[in-house]
T-cell receptor
Framework: DGGITQSPKYLFRKEGQNVTLSCEQNLNHDAMYWYRQDPGQGLRLIYYSQIVNDFQKGDIAEGYSVSREKKESFPLTVTSAQKNPTAFYLC????????????FGQGTRLTVV | EDQVTQSPEALRLQEGESSSLNCSYTVSGLRGLFWYRQDPGKGPEFLFTLYSAGEEKEKERLKATLTKKESFLHITAPKPEDSATYLCAVQAVSGGYNKLIFGAGTRLAVHP
């Protein structure tokens, strides 16, 4: 089945640690996105990538980093510089950036302990 | 500023009681409006894309409509399994790329 797989489903981070969230898609989509979801707020764009080896900052990129070495994979690293990382993180993909009809993974809930 | 506002924040319906959810938007040149359904702890599930005023799309008990300033998601004779958060998003251009701007969602609870 085609889709987007995020792992892990739950992640706990100690203060000062970097953690990496995985996102893999087998939809052959060029564009991939990372969003953050907080209670009572709309999804906010962290980073996006239109093509392999290319990515741009979204609206709330500070404290996050990404890579896009393969078309299928777009991992997100939450660094210690992110002051409030506890949130629900969603990865999405679309055919390309001109068509943002996006399909989402099941999310990773990150909690700082 | 591009913006999406959804109302109400929460809606409680009895099974079979039809209603509508609202999504109002301000965007420079609408390129697409999207509806998603999100269950607790899950990723959003794509429902509909609307591109131009007057367009309508249906799926089972859901019907989405679009005007120049807002979209409605009509739910006809809802069932408890329709309980979820419904998200609206518009496609906007920012810094030379297309992005989705999301509303905060409407939490729908349908009781038997």
């Amino acid at each position: 089945d085609g889709g987007i797989t995020q792992s892990p489903k739950y992640l706990f981070r100690k203060e000062g640690q970097n953690v990496t969230l995985s996102c893999e898609q087998n939809l052959n989509h060029d564009a991939m996105y990372w969003y953050r979801q907080d209670p009572g707020q709309g999804l906010r764009l962290i980073y996006y990538s239109q093509i392999v080896n290319d990515f741009q900052k979204g609206d709330i990129a500070e404290g996050y980093s990404v890579s896009r070495e393969k078309k299928e994979s777009f991992p997100l690293t939450v660094t210690s510089a992110q002051k409030n990382p506890t949130a629900f993180y969603l990865c999405a993909s679309s055919i390309d950036n001109r068509n943002t009809e996006a399909f989402f993974g099941q999310g990773t809930r990150l909690t700082v302990v | 500023e591009d913006q999406v506002t959804q109302s109400p924040e929460a809606l409680r319906l009895q099974e079979g009681e039809s209603s509508s959810l609202n999504c109002s938007y301000t965007v420079s040149g609408l390129r697409g409006l999207f509806w998603y359904r999100q269950d607790p702890g899950k990723g959003p599930e794509f429902l509909f894309t609307l591109y131009s005023a007057g367009e309508e799309k249906e799926k089972e008990r859901l019907k989405a409509t679009l005007t120049k300033k807002e979209s409605f998601l009509h739910i006809t004779a809802p069932k408890p399994e329709d309980s979820a958060t419904y998200l609206c998003a518009v496609q906007a251009v920012s810094g030379g790329y297309n992005k989705l701007i999301f509303g905060a969602g409407t939490r729908l609870a349908v009781h038997p």
